[in-house]
């Protein structure tokens, strides 16, 4: 049951991922206003670190909410779902690579294996401070 209920919780990941990664962006690029505002023209980075952001906020913001609906989650159960959505993401940037220019792929690429990171090593975390 407890594997059921794991393989349940962890379809919330697309959910959660959206919204970590739009709270990821919007953080990122109030940084770069504030920090431009007060340096001036200042090139506070490019959309790699923008997309690297919004990867690692949706990682840990999709790994807490897991986290705390279901302490008693199965780590592997938990994994399915963000595993086949990031495969599946991984092969639509692929096919649609001549539609898009190489940039968004590659950030789109970065972003997706920084937020399944993310998320593996702070729902390890979580699970380790629940034992």
Known sequence: MNKFLSVLVSLLFPLTAVIGMLIGQ???RLFASFANFFSGNMQIGSEFIFFAISGYVAGYFSAFA???IYKNFNFKFTLIVPVLMMIYFGYENIITSSEVNLSF???SFVRDVIMLITFYYYLMEYRVSNE
Do not use: R
């Open 26 to 28: 919007l953080g990122s």
């Open 66 to 68: 897991i986290s705390k």
């Open 105 to 107: 792929m590659i950030n």
